[in-house]
């Protein structure tokens, strides 16, 4: 019997969330003391880009798509560009921007590490399988200096996690907010961040293998980072706007497609699964490709899947965005 095309749309919907639940809800917990590398990044502990910049726990490094990176250009002979990512060389990519509510002026220090890939998989399923996938974290800073949010994002805008400090406000919280761990799409993230009594905090990023989702945000002690179960590597700090002149054979050439349909969204970073299964319902055929964060791009940098509510969930405006999220900031 013939599918209506309604149902058929629904079909492919449900599909779509069952595949995401799945790829989402089942990972498997990491092993008890798993072999980790440590990535820190070093730079001057009296500059806000290296005292706040985020430390990463990457499980399996002996699997160079769980290493992070540096985007460098590949050029053959026939002046043939491919964009990949150096994991001899990790790197941070650092900015700095301002924005203000009805309440306050603030700052936000943001962070973008990029990886070679998610690689393929059906068993369990990779939906976000592609190249040159990357992660950011923002920490935002009141004015008297002090983090009040982390907020972590994939850099194609997705599995978004906000997490507080105890230096916001209680009124700052979202009305519905709980004090209680996180499900951010099967991963428990903690509620609440406490730097209290830590003479220099680090925020710790522990990365699942395979997918580079987030699973899990502490503070550590920055001098006790070499006592923790791992091996530290040294990640250089870069600024973000390196990432559009990477160094070239005749020149320079960004990281991200500058033109074509692709603009602003990082080269070759194409991801087939959730083209297929997310662009539909989002109404976007790029969903999934990661982009660049800065108003400089033209295209949103959005968080929500619901299309009418594109530009309320774009990060590069972090006041309407928070609002969208439900902060009071």
Same mark, same amino acid.
């Given at each position: 019997?013939?599918?209506?095309?309604?149902?058929?749309?629904?079909?492919?919907?449900?599909?779509?969330?069952?595949?995401?639940?799945?790829?989402?809800?089942?990972?498997?917990?990491?092993?008890?003391?798993?072999?980790?590398?440590?990535?820190?990044?070093?730079?001057?502990?009296?500059?806000?880009?290296?005292?706040?910049?985020?430390?990463?726990?990457?499980?399996?490094?002996?699997?160079?798509?769980?290493?992070?990176?540096?985007?460098?250009?590949?050029?053959?002979?026939?002046?043939? +560009?491919? @964009?990949? @990512?150096?994991?001899?060389?990790?790197?941070?990519?650092?900015?700095?921007?301002?924005?203000?509510?009805?309440?306050?002026?603030?700052?936000?220090?943001?962070?973008?590490?990029?990886?070679?890939?998610?690689?393929?998989?059906?068993?369990?399923?990779?939906?976000?399988?592609?190249?040159?996938?990357?992660?950011?974290?923002?920490?935002?800073?009141?004015?008297?200096?002090?983090?009040?949010?982390?907020?972590?994002?994939? %850099?194609?805008?997705?599995?978004?996690? @906000?997490?507080? %400090?105890?230096?916001?406000?209680?009124?700052?919280?979202?009305?519905?907010?709980?004090?209680?761990? +996180?499900?951010?799409?099967?991963?428990?993230?903690?509620?609440?961040?406490?730097?209290?009594? @830590?003479?220099?905090?680090?925020?710790?990023?522990?990365?699942?293998?395979? %997918?580079?989702?987030?699973?899990?945000?502490?503070?550590?002690?920055?001098?006790?980072?070499?006592?923790?179960?791992? %091996?530290?590597?040294?990640?250089?700090?870069?600024?973000?706007?390196?990432?559009? *002149?990477?160094?070239?054979?005749?020149?320079?050439?960004?990281?991200?497609?500058?033109?074509?349909?692709?603009?602003?969204?990082?080269?070759?970073?194409?991801?087939?699964?959730?083209?297929?299964?997310?662009?539909?319902?989002?109404?976007?055929?790029?969903?999934?490709?990661?982009?660049?964060?800065?108003?400089?791009?033209?295209?949103?940098?959005?968080?929500?899947?619901?299309? &009418?509510?594109?530009?309320?969930?774009?990060? *590069?405006?972090?006041?309407?965005?928070?609002?969208?999220?439900? &902060?009071?900031?």
């Amino acid at each position: 019997m013939p599918i209506a095309p309604d149902n058929r749309l629904l079909l492919c919907l449900l599909l779509a969330s069952v595949l995401l639940i799945s790829s989402c809800a089942g990972n498997p917990a990491p092993p008890p003391e798993p072999v980790r590398w440590i990535y820190e990044a070093k730079g001057s502990g009296k500059e806000r880009a290296g005292r706040w910049a985020p430390a990463f726990a990457a499980s399996a490094p002996d699997e160079t798509y769980n290493r992070i990176g540096q985007p460098e250009v590949r050029q053959d002979d026939g002046e043939d +560009q491919e @964009i990949i @990512i150096d994991t001899d060389n990790p790197a941070v990519y650092f900015m700095q921007q301002s924005f203000a509510t009805d309440k306050a002026v603030y700052t936000n220090l943001i962070y973008r590490v990029h990886f070679p890939e998610v690689p393929y998989s059906l068993i369990p399923f990779n939906l976000t399988a592609g190249k040159n996938v990357g992660l950011i974290v923002v920490i935002t800073l009141n004015a008297e200096n002090l983090p009040i949010l982390v907020t972590t994002v994939h %850099t194609c805008g997705c599995y978004l996690a @906000i997490v507080p %400090t105890r230096y916001l406000p209680q009124d700052a919280f979202p009305a519905d907010w709980k004090d209680e761990p +996180q499900d951010v799409y099967g991963e428990r993230l903690p509620p609440l961040l406490d730097l209290a009594g @830590i003479q220099s905090p680090k925020i710790l990023v522990y990365l699942r293998p395979g %997918t580079h989702r987030i699973m899990d945000i502490a503070v550590k002690e920055a001098n006790d980072l070499s006592s923790l179960p791992g %091996t530290i590597i040294p990640m250089k700090i870069e600024a973000m706007d390196q990432l559009d *002149r990477l160094p070239a054979r005749n020149g320079t050439t960004s990281f991200y497609a500058t033109g074509g349909i692709m603009q602003g969204h990082v080269k070759d970073s194409v991801k087939p699964w959730e083209t297929l299964l997310l662009g539909p319902l989002s109404m976007d055929l790029f969903v999934g490709s990661d982009k660049a964060y800065g108003p400089q791009t033209g295209i949103p940098f959005y968080t929500s899947l619901k299309f &009418w509510r594109r530009d309320d969930s774009d990060m *590069r405006d972090f006041a309407r965005f928070l609002h969208y999220w439900g &902060w009071r900031l």
